[in-house]
């Protein structure tokens, strides 16, 4: 989510330390196995999120086959959070009433619920954080049987200074609430790739961790962060994943190719599918890209090989990443205007210079391999082809 210039209410940075208290690094929790999938609520409905509109998310999912493609997560970003009770526990604001039975529904329609918090005593959005709060928000969050848990460190930084040590003992404080909590809970982080934060993730207990600043529903913005992901292909892998933001597809800011292009490149890094659009008002195509189970397979696969890059035509990058069959898929990304791209098998090496069959992710078509593949890109477009050695 963006974040929101704040002072802290009734906060004062000489009441705080001069940093929080050291950490043990936090046990991996064993989840996330693949990167995970679901719908986060920031992108389409921002601080305009309720319960209503999280219901009929769900109601969503489970009806347009979603769910059933592996979309299981349904994430509350900020502005959920009310005021905290007597006893300190925080509470829902009027939008959204009874977590517990919000969360009830959402399971009933076999899919998991997440919320959003964060480190400081505010919230990027100026709502009640967990600051001081860790253990007993972790109680809460479990006993309302919340199941992901997107952190973000914006407000904390109106109490500490801005440390890869002060951000990585906070990130660890929660990640250890949420183990003693006793509940499975997918632990998200985001503060947009400071400090090289895909070397020390892992040590807070978190599954994935945001690598980029908020992502905007624009060519721009989404090519620049998701091609970023390429450097970082070493961090990256199964329970731990780099995470370059949600996807923009259906929010109306790009084209048809150019939707198709994210969730190719985000299936081909792999990196989490979290939808951010309007799940109820879906266009064809826009459920074309988000439910085509041949690309979801390649984000899915079981072995999390990163992509990388092979080569490059012009303006055409040209991706492979290693599949766990022994397959390898390849993807044709024009990040330029109209062309042709023209591809020799035998550039993938002695395995795949004569392959046994090969196959169009977004026509699903086989393709001749008897023959070089051709394929004619519009401006922004991508081909991606699994080829069997």
């Known amino acids: 989510m963006a974040a929101v210039a704040l002072s802290v209410a009734g906060a004062s940075q000489a009441s705080e330390a001069s940093e929080p208290a050291a950490v043990g690094p936090v046990a991996a929790n064993g989840l996330a ?5 679901g719908w986060n609520s920031w992108n389409h409905f921002a601080g305009r999120i309720t319960a ?18 592996g979309y299981v997560y349904v994430n509350i970003d900020d502005t959920w959070e009310g005021k905290r009770n ?31 918090s964060s480190p400081g005593a505010t919230t990027c959005a100026g709502f009640v954080g967990s600051h001081g709060h860790e253990d007993q928000d972790a109680r809460r969050f479990a006993a309302w049987g919340v199941d992901y848990l997107k952190y973000d460190y ?31 809970v997918v632990y998200s982080l ?29 060519w721009e913005s989404m090519s620049q962060r998701g091609f970023r992901q390429l450097d970082l292909s070493a961090w990256s892998g199964p ?4 995470d370059p933001d ?6 109306g800011g790009m084209t048809a190719d150019e939707y198709r292009t994210q969730m190719s490149l985000w299936s081909l890094l792999p990196a989490p599918l979290l939808a951010g659009n309007d799940l109820r008002t879906m266009d064809a195509a826009t459920k074309d890209i988000l ?31 290693d599949m766990a069959d022994g397959s390898i898929v390849v993807g044709f990304f024009n990040r330029g205007e109209s062309t042709t791209v023209r591809w020799s098998w035998h550039k993938l090496g002695d395995r795949f210079a004569h392959p046994t069959g090969a196959r169009d992710l977004w026509h699903h078509a086989a393709i001749d391999t008897q023959r070089p593949f051709e394929a004619t890109l519009p401006r922004h477009a991508v081909a991606m082809v699994r080829i069997a050695p």
């Not at 949600?246 to 929010?251: D, V």
């Open 239 to 242: 329970g731990h994943w780099s």
């Open 291 to 321: 439910l085509n189970r041949e690309v979801i397979a390649v984000d899915q696969d079981p072995a999390g090989h990163p992509a990388r890059r092979l080569e490059r035509q012009g303006d055409v990058e040209v991706l492979v990443r």
């Open 52 to 69: 209503a509109d999280v219901r009929a998310m769900a109601d969503a999912m489970a009806a347009n086959g979603m769910r059933d493609a």
């Open 190 to 218: 985001s503060q947009s790739g400071d400090f090289d934060i895909w070397r020390w993730g892992p040590q807070t207990g978190a599954n994935l961790w945001r690598t980029t600043p908020d992502i905007s529903d624009t």
């Open 86 to 116: 007597a006893a300190g526990d925080i509470e829902t604001n009027d939008k959204f009433g009874d977590m517990k039975a919000l969360a009830d529904y959402v399971h009933a329609r076999g899919m998991k619920l997440g919320l959003y």
């Open 246 to 251: 949600m996807l923009e597809i259906g929010n």
């Open 33 to 37: 196995a693949t990167p995970p999938m």
């Open 154 to 184: 914006c407000g904390a930084r109106d109490l500490y200074p801005v440390t890869q040590r002060n951000q990585e003992m906070l990130f660890r404080k929660m990640g250890d609430a949420l183990r003693k909590a006793g509940r499975p």
